[in-house]
């Protein structure tokens, strides 16, 4: 266990609709990214947050965003829902010292279902 | 786009038998790390090798680099039927002055017993 966890496990929206998942960082962890891992290939990442502000973005549309709360808990928003959404969603925290990424630790994952 | 590819995609070895896969990436890198997915869960981090390390070793897990040749090889010794899952390497590429990390599309290991 890494002491991450994310909420819900698992979730069914229709397209169009707007999504929120959580997310709660290993103790003593000051960052959060979040990663969406289609089916059969690797995780991509999606964003990074880091003493509450965005450090990084990949390559998602702005109906994907983020927020991280002082206590480093976070929330990914995805508003106007498209089918290829549909994705195991990750977020993983860790913590950021004067070198780059260091290990990054997973939570379980959210399965969100576009119908 | 991925930034590391796996090779093999897929791989069945026999218990007992030591697995390799391998990783090649296409930037440069600050670190390299292997992490484990078992059946779509979260992934755990295995093992981290930095660029200017070439091996390093982690109880059956053996890592090499070769940033000369943009590659990366995980070696699983003495296979377990535990060690079922899907294998990913990812980087933190060095010119990336958020810290990001780029992951492969990954390895599925199956361990036959």
């Known amino acids: 266990e890494t002491g991450v966890t994310q909420s819900p496990t698992h979730l069914i929206k229709t397209r169009g609709q707007q999504v929120t998942l959580r997310c709660s960082s290993q103790?003593?962890?000051?960052?959060v990214s979040w990663y969406q891992q289609a089916l059969g290939q690797g995780p991509q990442f999606i964003f990074q947050?880091?003493?509450?502000?965005?450090?990084g973005r990949g390559n998602f549309p702005p109906r994907f965003s983020g927020l991280q709360f002082p206590n480093y808990s976070s929330e990914l928003n995805v508003n106007a829902l498209e089918l290829d959404d549909s994705a195991l969603y990750l977020c993983?925290?860790?913590?950021?010292?004067?070198?780059?990424?260091?290990?990054?630790?997973f939570g379980p994952g959210t399965r969100l279902l576009v119908l | 786009s991925q930034q590391g590819e796996e090779d093999p995609q897929a791989l069945s070895i026999q218990e007992g038998e030591n697995a390799t896969m391998n990783c090649s990436y296409k930037?440069?890198?600050?670190?390299l790390q292997w992490y484990r997915q078992n059946s779509g869960r979260g992934l755990v981090h295995l093992i981290l090798?930095?660029?200017?390390?070439r091996e390093k070793h982690s109880g059956r897990l053996r890592v090499t680099l070769d940033t000369s040749k943009k590659s990366s090889s995980l070696l699983i010794t003495a296979s377990r039927a535990a060690d079922t899952a899907s294998y990913f390497c990812?980087?933190?590429?060095?010119?990336?002055?958020?810290?990001?990390?780029?992951f492969g599309s990954g390895t599925r290991l199956s361990i036959r017993p």
């Open positions: 993983a925290s860790s913590l950021m010292g004067v070198s780059s990424q260091e290990t990054q630790y």
């Open positions: 103790s003593g962890h000051n960052t």
């Open positions: 947050y880091y003493r509450e502000e965005e450090n």
């Open positions: 930037t440069s890198i600050n670190n």
């Open positions: 090798i930095r660029s200017n390390e």
């Open positions: 990812a980087t933190v590429p060095g010119y990336s002055s958020a810290s990001k990390i780029i």
